[in-house]
């Protein structure tokens, strides 16, 4: 499980996983118990079908505020970069080594949006992804540690900020 303490700790979390990573294919999940680990056969039955294949959540069971949320930034995410995905923050992707291998140099510009800026630096180098729906569940035990109400605002003003950052990091490279 990866810690999310301090501003940039998830995503820092995320990107030494990746970096270190030695294996043909790396698959990245959300331990949180939303989602049954047995839909990790779907992703690796369709392994060769993408270079990258990630998950949309199937009814999400969030708080409507979290859902809200979400369908606002993907408007705004699909402005920047014109990225087609039903559910680019989802932490459930897989990927194969020369993929991830080309995605790890770079400093994440968005602490609680991870997995937005790397779909869209996937889709930028002009991987495919496949997107695979994914049955979540409403969390058991704990509560988010990141997405609290009276957060949102300046969570999603710093993502805001860091999709601006990958946008023109992107034009530029």
Same mark, same amino acid.
């Given at each position: 499980?990866?810690?999310?303490?301090?501003?940039?700790?998830?995503?820092?979390?995320?990107?030494?996983?990746?970096?270190?990573?030695?294996?043909?294919?790396?698959?990245?999940?959300?331990?949180?118990?939303?989602?049954?680990?047995?839909?990790?056969?779907?992703?690796?039955?369709?392994?060769?079908?993408?270079?990258?294949?990630?998950?949309?959540?199937?009814?999400?069971?969030?708080?409507?505020?979290?859902?809200?949320?979400?369908?606002?930034?993907?408007?705004?995410?699909?402005?920047?970069?014109?990225?087609?995905?039903?559910?680019?923050?989802?932490?459930?992707?897989?990927?194969? %080594?020369?993929?991830?291998?080309?995605?790890? &140099? =770079?400093?994440?510009?968005?602490?609680?949006? $991870?997995?937005?800026? *790397? @779909?869209?630096?996937?889709?930028?180098?002009?991987?495919?992804?496949?997107?695979?729906?994914?049955?979540?569940?409403?969390?058991?035990?704990?509560?988010?540690?990141?997405?609290?109400?009276? %957060?949102?605002?300046?969570?999603?003003?710093? &993502? =805001?900020?860091?999709?601006?950052?990958?946008? $023109?990091?992107?034009? *530029? @490279?």
């Amino acid at each position: 499980m990866i810690s999310k303490k301090g501003k940039q700790g998830y995503s820092k979390a995320v990107m030494s996983g990746i970096k270190t990573a030695k294996a043909d294919y790396l698959l990245i999940m959300d331990s949180d118990g939303q989602c049954d680990p047995k839909q990790i056969f779907k992703f690796w039955n369709a392994k060769l079908k993408a270079d990258l294949v990630v998950g949309f959540r199937i009814k999400r069971k969030d708080f409507l505020y979290r859902k809200f949320f979400s369908d606002f930034a993907r408007f705004v995410y699909y402005t920047f970069f014109k990225v087609r995905l039903k559910d680019p923050s989802f932490a459930f992707s897989l990927m194969r %080594k020369d993929v991830y291998k080309s995605l790890r &140099n =770079f400093k994440p510009s968005m602490p609680e949006g $991870f997995f937005w800026e *790397l @779909n869209a630096r996937a889709i930028y180098k002009g991987y495919k992804i496949l997107e695979i729906g994914i049955k979540h569940k409403k969390r058991k035990y704990g509560n988010t540690q990141i997405f609290h109400f009276w %957060k949102l605002p300046s969570i999603a003003f710093i &993502n =805001f900020i860091g999709l601006l950052k990958v946008k $023109f990091d992107l034009m *530029l @490279n």
